[in-house]
C-alpha cells in the first residue's frame, strides 16, 4: 500500500509538473519577445516618423500590452498549480484528474475524457476542462449519475458509466 501511495504522489506531481513546465515554456517565449523582439519593431516603428499615424508602432505597443499581461496571468496560474493539493480532491467522484466513461442519451457508442485544466483541454485527445460545460456536468457525479450539458441545440444528457479519480489512477 505505501508504495501505491508514493505511485499516486508520483502521478499526481508529474501531472503538476506537465502543466508547469507547459506554462513556464510559453512564458519564456513571451519574454524572449518582449526583451528582444518588440522592443526592435518598436524602435523600427519610431523611424518611420509620427508616432500618431504610425500603424506599426500601435501594433507594436499593443502587442507588448498583451504580453505583459499574458505573462502576468501565466505566473499567476502557475502559482495557484504549485500550491495545488491533490489530497483535497474528491476519492468517489468526478474532479480534475478523473477519466469518465460516458454514454450519451440515444448513442450505443461510449466516449473516454479526462478533466483537466484549461491549458490542457483538447477535445481532440479527450482532454476537457473542468470549466467547459461539459466537465461542469460531470463533476461532483459518480458513476451511474446522469449529467445534463445544456447546448445551443438543446439539452445533452449524458450517463457515467465508468469513473476513476486522480486517486484510483496510480
Request: hydrophobic share 35%; glycine share 6%; no cysteine.
Amino acid at each position: 500500500m505505501a508504495g501505491n501511495t508514493h505511485e499516486k504522489k508520483s502521478k499526481e506531481e508529474g501531472m503538476k509538473a506537465r502543466i508547469l513546465k507547459r506554462l513556464e515554456d510559453e512564458s519564456q517565449e513571451l519574454d524572449r519577445e518582449l526583451r528582444t523582439e518588440l522592443p526592435k519593431e518598436i524602435q523600427r516603428a519610431r523611424e518611420l516618423g509620427d508616432l500618431s499615424e504610425n500603424a506599426e508602432y500601435q501594433a507594436a505597443k499593443e502587442r507588448q500590452t498583451f504580453v505583459q499581461a499574458r505573462m502576468g496571468m501565466l505566473r499567476k496560474r502557475m502559482a495557484e498549480i504549485s500550491l495545488m493539493n491533490f489530497d483535497r480532491l474528491p476519492t468517489d467522484r468526478a474532479a480534475f484528474g478523473s477519466t469518465v466513461v460516458l454514454r450519451e442519451d440515444g448513442n450505443a457508442a461510449s466516449v473516454t475524457y479526462q478533466l483537466v485544466m484549461p491549458e490542457e483541454a483538447d477535445a481532440t485527445k479527450g482532454l476537457i476542462s473542468t470549466s467547459s460545460p461539459i466537465g461542469k456536468a460531470l463533476v461532483n457525479k459518480q458513476a451511474g449519475d446522469e449529467a445534463v450539458v445544456a447546448t445551443p441545440t438543446g439539452e445533452r444528457r449524458f450517463e457515467i458509466l465508468k469513473l476513476t479519480t486522480v486517486h484510483d489512477e496510480a
